[in-house]
């Protein structure tokens, strides 16, 4: 009996060690990016083979743009909230909801203009063929994720159980 729990709690020690050791060897990498001191850029460094020139440089442009990211993106979250406010008190389209809706276009527009300026720049600092592809990839997830209107299934078909292809 003394024999069978020895063996039992060896066989658990191992297995402990064994998952350990894993467990550190496969997120080591991880835990570099989370100690530098810009980790939600880490990966850029890693994923585009960045020199740590170009990662500061890189840095000090999101550093720059942060603030004015964070403007807009207020602004555009007290239109959507005057929005709202209007669409919860009306049954039909009033010349207010009218101004708010292209006001808020025409936000969402700058906001778009000043990202891809930031992208832009951003694709400058590293390699070229490392800039072409981040470039290719940012606006994939940024400019061409969503589903424009013309794309989304036609409401009518869809209310009849078709869907538009």
């Known amino acids: 009996m003394r024999r069978g729990g020895f063996i039992l709690l060896l066989g658990l020690a191992i297995g402990a060690a064994a ?82 809706l292209l006001e808020r276009a025409k936000t969402r527009a700058q906001c778009e203009a000043e990202m891809l300026k930031h992208f832009l720049a951003i694709s400058r600092t590293m390699p070229p063929d490392e800039g072409r592809r981040y470039l290719a990839w940012v606006e994939k997830q940024t400019f061409f994720n969503a589903q424009p209107m013309e794309q989304r299934p036609n409401m009518r078909q869809q209310s009849m159980g078709q869907h538009a292809h």
């Open 19 to 100: 998952f350990a050791s894993i467990y550190y060897a496969t997120t080591a990498s991880c835990r570099r990016m989370l100690s530098d001191p810009r980790p939600e850029l880490a990966w850029l460094k890693t994923e585009f083979h960045l020199s740590d020139a170009e990662f500061a440089r890189i840095s000090k442009l999101h550093e720059a743009y942060l603030p004015q990211c964070e403007a807009r993106c207020r602004l555009i979250q007290e239109q959507n909230q005057k929005l709202e406010k209007l669409l919860g008190s009306v049954t039909n389209m009033t010349p207010q909801i009218q101004e708010l």
